[in-house]
């Protein structure tokens, strides 16, 4: 899942990257409100952390901004405004949840993760397609009732096609997902042919169904019909 945290305290904005990092997220990140505002109008997120006092323009704005785009990502403000009018105001303009400062890194977790869960419909831990099995609190795969070994690029691209299942995704969308702004790192695609490739084999040795398909010259598909 990609986040994209809007936070002016470097401090704390750093710890909240490595948390959730090693929570297993794509992280991206802005200081002020004209760098968060240009990360939304350019990037897709599943989920923008936002707070609410940012140099340049309130945080307000840019929740409505995204509401207004109809985006489906989740929102959850972040900020030292504690009254019961900041937190309605930020509600009634589009945000899923409010979480006042200073607040625990594992609530924050909590309360995005039931954000995500709400926006994608998944109450359930899991997405089940026949033989194949994606724990989503575990980040573990069963492929016909046995847990593969798999690196976190290819849980990340095996669980981002499960999400857009029956849907043709671009290289150029895959690359985004996994790097964000850091495209450049991933050199060319053929490290994501080599993630699918062996995501494919891993799948076959388990007997389990063929679900990845290569659109030539355009990207995947997650089939599952």
Known sequence: MKLLIIEDEQDLLNLMLRYLKREGYVCESANTFNEGYKKINNYEYDCAVIDLNLPGGDGLKLVNILREDNTE????????????????????????????????????????????????????????????????????????????????????????????????VTKDSIAEHLWGDYMDDAISYDFIYAHVKNLRKKLADNNCGDFLKTVYGIGYKFQTH
């Open 73 to 168: 990502a989740g929102i959850v403000i972040i900020s030292a405004r504690d009254t019961v009018d900041d937190r309605i105001s930020g509600l009634e303009i589009g945000a899923d949840d409010y979480l006042t400062k200073p607040f625990n890194l594992s609530e924050l977790n909590a309360r995005i993760k039931a954000v995500l869960r709400r926006k994608t419909n998944q109450f359930s831990q899991e997405l089940a397609y026949g033989d194949l099995v994606i724990n989503l609190d575990e980040r573990k795969v069963i492929a016909s009732g046995t847990e593969l070994k798999l690196t976190k690029k290819e849980y990340n691209i095996l669980l981002y096609l499960a999400r857009n299942k029956n849907r043709v």
